[in-house]
């Protein structure tokens, strides 16, 4: 059975810091493309950001592209997402999900077979 646990979230102050980290049970996760999505309350969940098995590419989000940074490290079957220059409309639960059918990771959440249950990230203005 595929299990993907994040952790990492919590409160921070604008301008702050945090890191999520994403580790996989039952997966592969060396050979899957990954992302991170979140979801707001009362709004749809949206991509944050995806890479490949290799890491050698990523995508982000524009509103995230420059402070976010996706890694991974397939030795440990963990994938991280490092959020720099927090702000308060990054408020939401972060999900992280694999593809295991494609190595390259996608901004489309279908494209998705397995998700975390995700975990609270507050920014404080």
């Known amino acids: 059975q595929v299990h993907l646990v994040e952790s990492g979230g919590g409160l921070a102050q604008a301008g702050g810091s945090l890191r999520l980290s994403c580790a996989a049970s039952?997966?592969?996760?060396?050979?899957?493309?990954m992302g991170w999505f979140r979801q707001a309350p009362g709004k749809e969940r949206e991509f944050v950001a995806a890479?490949?098995?290799?890491?050698?590419?990523?995508y982000y989000a524009d509103s995230v592209r420059g402070r976010f940074t996706i890694s991974r490290d397939n030795a440990k079957s963990t994938v991280d997402l490092q959020m720099n220059t927090l702000k308060p409309e990054d408020t939401a639960v972060y999900y992280c999900?694999?593809?295991?059918?494609?190595?390259?990771?996608?901004?489309?959440?279908?494209?998705?077979?397995?998700w975390g249950s995700g975990t609270q990230v507050t920014v404080s203005s």
């Open positions: 039952g997966l592969a996760l060396s050979i899957c493309g």
């Open positions: 999900a694999a593809d295991p059918r494609s190595s390259y990771g996608s901004r489309w959440d279908y494209e998705y077979q397995y």
């Open positions: 890479i490949s098995w290799t890491g050698d590419v990523t």
